[in-house]
């Protein structure tokens, strides 16, 4: 497809049976039996489904797709497909292109080798995926893909929608609680809507094959910072190069023909980084864009000599890469629950939402810290880069006020932001907000939503926005209990926020969350400072959680502690590969070449002396030195690591256990051989030196 050719409004959404399509090629019975379905969750007919199949199959084929297949979201943070072809068949030799309403609801793969945390035992294979009738089928080349739930034999979730799709449907039910009790009688639904910001970095694909370690870890191990990094703050929306910007315009048509409302791109702070931002959608459907984006960025960027780096931390020395969940509740007749308006002191029913949110993030804490924790993002959360590993929340200075002023008694107005006189007389006056912005935070109001920016920029946002849902949902639920049952409305929704602000209010900070002052200040106000992935995954197994997660239906305890195994065996499986691949490159690659160069040293002082004994070769015997010396503690280290490495994986006890040795022992060694080898990368000829450099990496696109 030629999208030079051709407008956006034509290519967008090409390649999906969305609503536009399904109106038109099914009957309007089908079409009315499946949109009830969809909006009020009403069961599926089999008789439905069968028509869909139909319609589904004619207009894939149409467009040149063999295969269909379920598309699904397992626990290893990617997705997964098994393509079945549409063909089948005849008695006279010949075949017919077939897809029933039953292969189009239920599907078969294999559940043995995704992780199930014990749920399933290796011998019991099979599992289930579901249709899932809320986000539409799409073409991935030649192939009709139906996004799915993943459920075992015996019914427990194995994959990262079915827990989002039940915190949907909590959320929605304990808001709408709340908003009958301001006498909303039309909403039927509330949704949360979620534009998740995707950084990403883009090297060389040349360079990135002659690096074992992002072949294999998805970031540097080793490499000492080049002589210029960020510090000129030149790349940040800086203009594009041309190469990167044909990648982005290539990116930007793939997405968009998925229906996937790609709107902003940028360069981000560090060299050879960017973002991209989609528009807003239903948290379900923006969870499944954001799994199309990660795919698309990497496809597209082979396809132009490059490589797509999604991990968080892929370069020491420079910032790391996050993905920004934008999250936010709105009704299904167009009102947003997080838009303050004018006098948001006079809104009491903005209010009443706000601070359920203030709530829910001051007493589970924990879980949402625990939601943005996987290995990379303990290279970035707490460095000046990123949100620190502390939750809080920045309301800014206009709401910060009014609950202030709630705290004491009614609120009785709110700060304007006016005018903005830039002064210069060609430039017009603009309308000032009444809150600036704090990047700092790692979740932010920011007009009519929450940016939660501690997310990974490699993970699903399934699990982050399955906690903001189910934590939001659970104080709603507690604030309807109590409001249903008073008589003076007004009197208990004044009563209710106070004691909110009063019981909570230390979860808001609007300063410079990167200071030390605010890592003591957070200790004195009794916030949770949880600095490592390891440290945080037991949240997800307390008797709070499990009550939690219980009470909305959305995680069974074995669900939970299936999760909590397949998280800690994921950290220490990641790990171990990094440390072995360290290993490997030191033995094979790096001690070698620093050899070769003493050796050059050695034979070069001999062949001088040789040939001018007075010569002064004090400058070749130094480096020799240095270099030999280095070669000695680099063989230390890594026999240090080696050692650990090995004890790591003897480890005997529960999976915690042996994720906090590969913490508390392999990960240190890890940094100290790292050490040694960025300074011996310092003194080896460039020429030697078996990889390529921090310089080539980012400075070579």
């Known amino acids: 497809m030629n999208f030079a050719n051709r407008s956006l409004s034509e290519i967008f959404g090409t390649n999906v049976f969305n609503d536009a399509v399904m109106r038109q090629r099914l009957p309007k019975n089908t079409y009315e039996a499946l949109r009830k379905t969809i909006d009020q969750g009403v069961e599926l ?9 139909n319609a589904m199959k004619d207009w894939a084929i149409e467009k040149g797709a063999t295969h269909f297949t379920h598309w699904f979201q397992p626990m290893t943070g990617f997705t997964a497909e098994k393509h079945d072809s549409f063909i089948s068949p005849t008695a006279d030799g010949k075949a017919i292109m077939e897809f029933s309403g039953k292969e189009l609801i239920k599907g078969e793969p294999d559940a043995s080798s995704f992780p199930s945390g014990g749920i399933r035992a290796t011998f019991e294979a099979r599992g289930y995926t579901a249709w899932d009738c809320t986000s539409p089928a799409f073409l991935k080349e030649d192939t009709l893909c139906i996004p799915t739930a993943f459920c075992s034999y015996t019914g427990e979730a194995l994959d990262r929608k079915t827990p989002l799709l039940r915190s949907m449907e909590a959320i929605s039910k304990q808001a709408l609680r709340v908003l009958r009790l301001f006498g909303n009688e039309t909403s039927q639904k509330v949704i949360t809507t979620v534009g998740a910001e995707q950084e990403y970095f883009l090297i060389d694909k040349e360079f990135f094959k002659r690096r074992k370690d992002l072949v294999y870890t998805g970031r540097t191990l080793f490499g000492a910072m080049p002589p210029k990094g960020q510090e000129l703050e030149d790349h940040y929306f800086g203009s594009l190069k041309e190469r990167v910007s044909a990648y982005m ?10 229906g996937v409302a790609a709107k ?9 980084q960017h973002e991209l931002a989609p528009i807003f959608a239903s948290t379900n459907i ?14 597209v960027a082979n396809r132009h000599g490059l490589v797509c780096l999604l991990h968080e931390k892929p370069f020491a020395g420079v910032n790391g890469s996050g993905k920004h969940n934008n999250w936010s509740m709105g009704t ?7 838009e303050p308006g004018t006098t948001p002191h006079e809104n009491a029913q903005f209010l009443v939402f706000l601070a359920a949110i203030i709530k829910a993030v001051d007493v589970h804490a924990d879980l949402l810290r625990l939601s943005a924790a996987n290995t990379g993002n303990d290279h970035r959360l707490g460095a000046n880069e990123a949100p620190p590993a502390i939750i809080s929340i920045f309301l800014g200075e206009q709401l910060t006020d009014i609950l202030e002023q709630i705290e004491k008694g009614p609120a009785t107005n709110s700060k304007q932001g006016g005018m903005l006189t830039i002064g210069v007389s060609t430039l017009p006056a603009l309308p000032k907000d009444a809150t600036d912005r704090n990047r700092t935070s790692p979740f932010a109001f920011t007009g009519n939503k929450f940016e939660f920016r501690m997310v990974p920029s490699s993970g699903s946002i399934s699990g982050p926005n399955v906690v903001l849902n189910t934590i939001v949902a659970d104080v709603l639920s507690e604030i309807a209990d109590q409001l ?24 808001i900070f609007n300063g410079n969350g990167y200071s030390e002052e605010w890592v003591e200040e957070a200790a004195r106000r009794g916030l949770p400072n949880i600095s490592s992935t390891v440290a945080a995954i037991p949240a997800i197994i307390t008797e709070k959680a499990i009550a939690l997660y219980a009470r909305h239906k959305v995680l069974s305890e074995v669900e939970l502690h299936a999760r909590y195994e397949i998280l800690l065996e994921e950290y220490s499986k990641q790990i171990n590969i990094e440390a072995r691949t360290m290993i490997e490159m030191v033995k094979r690659q790096m001690i070698p070449a620093a050899i070769k160069y003493a050796t050059e040293l050695a034979a070069s002082i001999n062949t001088i002396r040789t040939a001018v004994a007075s010569a002064d070769v004090t400058v070749q015997i130094d480096l020799l030195t240095e270099v030999s010396s280095s070669l000695v503690s680099f063989r230390e280290k890594l026999a240090a690591l080696e050692k650990v490495t090995e004890e790591a994986a003897e480890v005997e006890g529960d999976a915690l256990e042996q994720a906090q040795f590969y913490r508390e022992s392999v990960f240190p060694a890890m940094g100290e051989l790292r050490t040694v080898g960025d300074y011996m990368e310092t003194l080896v000829d460039e020429a030697l030196w078996p990889m390529p450099t921090y310089g080539d990496l980012l400075f070579q696109v």
């Open 45 to 53: 007919d089999p008789a439905v489904a069968e028509v869909v199949a």
């Open 249 to 258: 315009k290539e990116l930007d048509a793939e997405l968009w023909k998925l």
């Open 264 to 272: 902003t791109r940028h360069n981000e702070v560090a060299p050879a």
């Open 286 to 299: 923006a969870t499944d864009h954001n799994q199309l984006i990660m795919d698309t960025m990497k496809k």
């Open 332 to 338: 299904d007749d167009g009102v947003n629950l997080l």
């Open 484 to 507: 249903e049952k008073v008589t003076d409305f007004n009197g208990a929704v004044q009563q209710l926020l106070q004691e909110i602000v009063k019981q909570h209010g230390r979860i």
